[in-house]
């Protein structure tokens, strides 16, 4: 069984940061890469971020400059910083697992960019 459960969600202004936390747990030997979705308005779940074990790391064009994705020291956990955040940036934000087994999703986290 493997879990995925993140964290660091919440309402935040325009300009405003936030960082995401992302943990997976459960019986498995290595994880080939870890990222972060999110899904605003309908079915579309985007890529943001993803970071494989090498650390290789890719962004969504949209998010360039402004999001940073990380893995911490214990390699199941990863991590999203979220600056100069935008209304835009508005959606319920997934971390994705793939391990050898298959793909593992969390239950996702609400960030919302309002004044």
């Known amino acids: 069984q493997v879990q995925v459960v993140e964290s660091g969600g919440g309402l935040v202004q325009p300009g405003g940061s936030l960082r995401l936390s992302c943990a997976a747990s459960?019986?498995?030997?290595?994880?080939?890469?870890m990222g972060w979705y999110r899904q605003a308005t309908g079915p579309t779940r985007e890529l943001v971020a993803f970071?494989?074990?090498?650390?290789?790391?890719n962004y969504a064009d949209s998010v360039k400059g402004r999001f940073t994705i990380s893995r911490g020291s214990a390699r199941n956990t990863v991590y999203l910083e979220m600056n100069s955040l935008k209304p835009e940036d508005t959606a319920v934000y997934y971390c994705?697992?793939?391990?050898?087994?298959?793909?593992?999703w969390g239950q996702g986290t609400q960030v919302t960019v309002s004044s």
């Open positions: 994705q697992t793939i391990l050898q087994t298959g793909v593992y």
């Open positions: 970071i494989t074990t090498g650390g290789a790391t």
């Open positions: 459960g019986s498995f030997e290595s994880i080939s890469a």
